[in-house]
C-alpha cells in the first residue's frame, strides 16, 4: 500500500548508487562512475518491483512466524539464476546503446595505450601515446571488440548458472592481421625507429668482430664505429624504408601460420657496388694519411725502393719527391680494385635471418619465445579459461552454487548469523525471546476469559434479569470502548504523534 517496491526501484535503488564507489580510473581500473545510469539500468532489470516484491513477501511469509515461535523452522530460497541471465541479457543491451559504448571504448584504449608508452623504454620500436592509440583502434575497432565482449558474456552466463562445468572465452585475432600487418609496417618506417633498429640488425650481422675490427686488403683495418659508420651511410633510411614490407610481410606469414619456418631474407647484391665504393673511400683517406705519417727515406731508401718496388703493400718510408697519387702508381696500388673482391666475398649476395637472429634483434630468443608464443596465439586465438582463475575458483564455486540453487536461507544459517555477528549469548537470547512469544501466542485465547469474566460478573452484579445484565455488561464495554478510543485517538494525535514525527 505504500509502494514501497517502486520507491526502492525508482528511489532508493539510483541514490545507493550515487553513493557508491565503481572506480575512478585510478590504477589501470575504468572510471564507471561516469556510466551509473547505465549500471542502474541492468540492475533495475535483474531486479524488478515485482521480484522484490515477490522475494520480501516470502520472508515475511516465513520468516515471521518463526520469530514469532509459531514454527521452529523456516526455508527460505531466494531464486537468482535467472536474474543473473536477465542481466547479463540487459547489460550487452546496454553495451551495444552506441553513445555508452563508444565512451567505453575510448576509455579502454587511452587507458591501454597509457600502459604500454609507459613500458616502451625497452621496445625495438617507438611510439608514443597517440600513435599507440591510432595503432590499437585500427587493429581492435569498436565493432571486432564488441563482439568479442559479446561471445565473453555468453560463455560466462552458463558457467556462473551452473550449466556448465567450465568456460573458454577466446579471442579470434586471426582477422586482425592484415591491419596489423599495415600498422607494423607503418610504424618500423618511420625515420625515428631507424637508428634503434639498425644497431640491433647490424650488431648482429657483424657479430663478435664489431669490437675487434676488420681487417683490409693492402694491410689496413677498420675499426667497429668505422665499420658501423660505413654501413649506415650504404643501408641508409631509403633503404632501410624500401625493404621494411617485405621483413615484416615474411615475419607475419610465419605468424599467420603461412609458413612453418620463420626466416626473413635481406636482398644485399645491389648495395654491394655502393659498400666497396665506401670501403674504398675510407681505406684510401687511412692510406693516405698513413702515408703522410711515414718518415722520409734516405736516398738509399729511395734507390732501394725505385729498385725494387713493394707492390701491393705500404713502404717503410715516404719519398719526398713522390705525391701520394704517384706512390700509389708506383706500388701498383688500386685500393677499388682491391676492395671489390674483399666486399664480394665477405658480404653475401643476401642476407638471411633465423628465428634465433630476429629472437637476438627483439629480445625473443629461445625455443618458447616470444614470436613461437604470438604466433600460436594467432593460430589458435587467445584463450582465457576457469582454469586461469587459480586461487579464486574456490571462492567463485561458491557463488556458483547460489546462483543456481538459489539463496537458501533455514534456521541454521539464521541462528549462524547471530552468533557470528552477535554472539552465543545474543542468539539464545533470541530463541528465548521466539519460544515465550510462542508461548503466549499459543494461550492468547486465555488471556481474554479473564475481561469475559469481569463483564459477567458486572452483568449479573447489576441486573436483575437476563435483559439488565446484557444492559450492564454492554455499558461497560461501551465505556472502556470509548475512552480507549479517545487515548488511540485524538489524543494521540493531538498529544503523542507530533513528539514521534
Known sequence: QADM???LYDKA?????????????SEGTLDLSKYKSNVLTVLRQALP?????????QVIKKGLPYALGDTDSFNINIPLKYRVKAAATAAKAELHKKDFFTALYDQMIAQVAEAASSNSDSAPISLDKGELETALRTVLPPEWLMSQLDNAIDQLVPYLTKEKDHFAIKFDISDRMD????VVTNNLKKPENYDGLFDNIAGTALGANWQSGYQLPIGLELSGDEVKQIVKQVFDLDWYQSVVPQIVRQVFDYLKGNTDTLQVTLPLADRKPALAAAIGQLADKKLEAYFNSLPPSTPQQLAQMLANPPLGRLPDSRPLSLSYAQLKQLLGIDIAAQIAPFVTDSIPDKWVLNQSDLGNIFGAGGEDNLLTRIRGI??????ITDADLGGQVETLDKARQYIADGLVVTEKEAHTFLVDNAG?????SFDNVRKQLGTARHWKMVLWIIPGLILIGIGFLGGRHWSTRLIWAAAVLLATAVIIYVIFGPVFSAAAQPQIA
Open 49 to 57: 518491483p515485482d521480484y522484490l516484491q515477490t522475494q520480501v513477501e
Open 13 to 25: 535503488l539510483p541514490a545507493a548508487l550515487d553513493e557508491a564507489t565503481l572506480g575512478d580510473g
Open 179 to 182: 591491419a596489423l600487418q599495415t
Open 5 to 7: 517496491y517502486n520507491f
Open 378 to 383: 594467432i593460430r589458435n586465438g587467445f584463450t
Open 424 to 428: 552465543q549469548d545474543a542468539a539464545q
